[in-house]
């Protein structure tokens, strides 16, 4: 007989799953046509800005939570994954439109956080349980953040922005596994796998599926770099304007 706890656990592509996915499939929708309506108007800064505090504001709280749960250590809540990171990004770059923070949340949102919508780890109650709801509504805001930034304000990457988040991310990835080392944590899954299971059971062993990953983020974020700057290269030349290396 299933127990009312086990029937109350979240399940990957349950119920719950697929209704999250048709709100972030909307929600992305929504994102661009808010963008677009206030493209190069005083009120797009204004949405940007309100964008920004709703999703810092939810970080905030977020990370006050993890940091007095009785059940997790102090070591354990640095806000040190990816994914907490690039909501404090996120909400920067929509506060600010700083281009490296821009650029953080293109790659980083656009790559590595759709994978906890897809490939989710999570052990927790389902819906409607207060740990689901702070789950999935960082986890899409950050996504509709780089769409909204992307496809509706209209802010697009170069190569430079490239390069300049393949240094930040390599950064991170050497201080995460410093204190992985150290502390016995695993911030970016870099040390081990998920005990869970997730999509790096498909790369091979440590340490390289760390290699195989890095491979497959270096060549994604390549193309999805390359059709923004092939656009660029493209008008420059049809109005006889030599392109300048980005």
Same mark, same amino acid.
């Given at each position: 007989m299933i127990t009312t706890a086990a029937q109350d656990q979240f399940t990957a592509y349950g119920l719950s799953h697929w209704a999250v996915l048709v709100v972030f499939a909307?929600?992305?929708?929504?994102?661009?046509?808010?963008?677009?309506?206030?493209?190069? @108007?005083?009120?797009?800064?204004?949405?940007?800005?309100?964008?920004?505090?709703?999703?810092?504001?939810?970080?905030?709280?977020?990370?006050?939570?993890?940091?007095?749960?009785?059940?997790?250590?102090?070591?354990?809540?640095?806000?040190?994954h990816l994914?907490?990171?690039?909501?404090?990004?996120?909400?920067?770059?929509?506060?600010?439109? @700083?281009?490296?923070?821009?650029?953080?949340? $293109?790659?980083?949102?656009l790559t590595l956080s759709p994978q906890a919508l897809f490939f989710p780890v999570l052990d927790s109650p389902d819906f409607p349980h207060h740990e689901f709801l702070a789950f999935w509504s960082l986890h899409l805001l950050v996504v509709w953040a780089a769409v909204y930034l992307t496809w509706g304000v209209g802010l697009h990457p170069t190569w430079r922005d490239y390069r300049t988040t393949v240094v930040i991310t390599a950064c991170w990835a050497a201080t995460?596994?410093?204190?992985?080392?150290?502390?016995?944590?695993? $911030?970016?899954?870099?040390?081990?796998?998920?005990? @869970?299971?997730?999509?790096?059971?498909?790369?091979?062993?440590?340490?390289? $599926?760390?290699?195989?990953?890095?491979?497959?983020?270096?060549?994604?974020?390549?193309?999805?770099?390359?059709?923004w700057t092939w656009r660029r290269d493209r008008t420059h030349r049809s109005d006889g304007v030599g392109g300048l290396p980005t």
């Open positions: 909307a929600g992305a929708a929504a994102a661009v046509r808010v963008g677009r309506a206030h493209r190069h @108007s005083p009120a797009q800064r204004r949405v940007s800005r309100g964008f920004g505090v709703v999703l810092l504001a939810l970080d905030v709280a977020a990370l006050a939570y993890t940091l007095t749960a009785r059940e997790t250590s102090l070591v354990d809540s640095v806000p040190l994914s907490d990171l690039a909501g404090f990004v996120a909400a920067y770059a929509l506060l600010t439109h @700083s281009r490296r923070a821009v650029a953080l949340t $293109y790659y980083w949102c995460a596994m410093l204190v992985n080392s150290a502390t016995g944590t695993n $911030y970016g899954f870099l040390n081990r796998k998920p005990e @869970s299971g997730s999509v790096l059971d498909l790369l091979g062993p440590w340490p390289w $599926y760390v290699v195989a990953e890095v491979a497959l983020i270096l060549a994604t974020w390549a193309l999805l770099t390359w059709p």
